[in-house]
């Protein structure tokens, strides 16, 4: 069973970390949104790559999700004490990342190299890439702010401005990054991974030609909402600001024709019928994952639910 | 007594601190060597006014002289496990000067306007001023390996290769930092610290139209030779290498005409009669700084023996 997974970041990245785990060394590639990517300090910050990977390597910071474990914050410090900017919060570890991936792009390598050649420093079997090369933006369009960077919407407004839509600022000359389209077309099942669909899976599918092969493809995704509510991040609040419900149900639709399948939450069974309605086959089982055992456990059905698909689809 | 002190790294930074604590605040004006500064993950990093700024304000490591205390070094295992390069040992709350420095020069601050917010936000009552804001690279010629921009002669190589020169890449173009001029032209007595003459105190004293100004005034120079040793770094081998025996008599003939006293180390006052004879007055005492206190000590000499000059100088 090859697997492509579709991931932003943390819901992505314990899903990803789940699937890494499930199936075979080399049957999993992991497909990174780089739409929250920015400069800060002039360094190149890629927050879902890093926390993907992180999270594969086993060294992400258990309590936030995002950063390293075993963190300091001296650096920081530092240049908050010197009246720099402290609203996004690197710590040192992670600081190390930025730079020498900084560094190697001036240098003149690709971001899906230096990602490949970091992973292997860090121990991860699975294929890691970005959506891209090129750079892409998220643009967060608002009623109070205007038109924000993904960054500052997220990390410095921390989402309190009225969502009224999104852009995604160089995706038409996105290039997908090399092996993406490969991986995409020899897979078994595409997993889009329990990450907000607006900021997180949209940026991948909107990257040209990404999802005219996806379509082709089995599809299953896991929704972000439980019982209403987003785990992390601001998606259930993106939803009703576009005057969506916010619902299992209604990230079902979002994805529409594109899925075979759509994993819910249990508490949410009783949208299983109105999502079968929709033409998508739904199944309902415990998506909040807590505990390691929790991303394993869930990958191994998610992975189990679309072999099923597949083999539904071949029988007919 | 208003003072002006030239200065490098270590040896300068110990007796600028002692200046600053003998002088009433305001009387002291540190010009220090950029030479030094050099861009490594194109992050601008100034080792010698770091040295003294950190020295000044008490954070200094004190056991290497250079860099802060409490250092931590998260960030450069995260490089160097990524194969990053870690020749240049930066510590993370260093790494944080270096960043809030690199993005205010980035939004188009001065070097010398940089610096003096943060020796405010540091507690420094001295003005501290690079000696320009321009961009000068202090280049070491090696039998070996031929031209060495410095950071790569003194930290990757060690000063192992062999000097023959040195030349100070853009001084010509090097206009003195603001207030430069005006603290020497106005300074009772010029210090030249204990650091090297050759690569610290030569490129301040090559900013086209410092020296000039520098001449006109009562100089008093502190040796950083003692018994034929540098105390720290590779004044004695340079001296050595360039076919000149390494002894305070050499660098006070170094410095000849520019001036009128020469502080040297107890243990060498066989050389007061010779350094008499260049024209120059020698002063011998302990000038090795090892304590908080010794640092204050030499400074009160040094200080006392410019007022004295001053007063022979007025007399004659």
């Known amino acids: 069973m090859r697997v492509v997974a579709l991931a932003g970041g943390v ?11 499930v199936l075979p060394p080399g049957d999993l590639t992991v497909v990174v949104n780089t739409g929250d990517d920015f ?6 910050i890629c927050p879902d790559l890093d926390t993907v990977c992180y999270t594969l390597a086993g060294i992400a910071n258990p309590e936030t999700g995002w950063g390293q474990k075993d963190e300091s914050w001296q650096a920081l410090q530092s240049i908050t004490h010197l009246g720099g900017p402290g609203w996004f919060r690197i710590g040192d570890r992670d600081l190390g990342t930025h730079l ?3 560094r190697r792009l001036r240098s003149g ?12 420093s860090w121990g991860i079997s699975s294929q890691v890439l970005p959506m891209t090369d090129d750079r892409v933006s998220t643009i967060v369009q608002t009623v109070e702010m205007g038109d924000l960077p993904f960054q500052n919407y997220f990390v410095e407004y921390q989402c309190r401005p009225v969502v009224t839509g999104f852009r995604f600022a160089g995706i038409e000359d996105a290039r997908p990054a090399p092996g993406a389209r490969e991986a995409i077309e020899t897979a078994d099942l595409i997993v889009i991974c329990p990450s907000n669909p607006w ?3 949209s940026p991948i599918l909107h990257v040209p030609g990404l999802r005219q ?14 019982h209403g509510k987003a785990v992390k991040g601001p998606a259930a609040k993106m939803y009703a600001e576009l005057g969506l419900e916010p619902s299992a149900l209604t990230v079902a639709r979002h994805y529409g024709a594109l899925l075979a399948g ?16 929709s033409g998508i086959i739904p ?3 415990n998506t909040l994952m807590v505990t390691s055992e929790d991303r394993y456990r869930l990958a191994q059905e998610v992975v189990g639910f679309g072999e099923l698909e597949k083999r539904r689809k071949s029988e007919t």
């Open 11 to 21: 819901g992505g990245a314990k899903l990803a970390d789940g699937l890494a785990r």
């Open 39 to 44: 400069d800060h300090f002039d360094l190149r």
């Open 100 to 102: 020498e991936r900084t």
């Open 109 to 120: 390598q690709r971001l899906s190299q230096i990602t490949a050649a970091f992973c292997r």
């Open 199 to 201: 900021v997180s899976i």
């Open 213 to 226: 092969i996806i379509e082709t493809k089995l599809v299953v995704a896991v929704s972000p909402i439980i």
């Open 262 to 277: 759509f994993v819910l939450d249990r508490t949410d069974a009783s949208l299983e019928e109105l999502i079968h309605q």
């Open 283 to 285: 199944y309902a089982t």
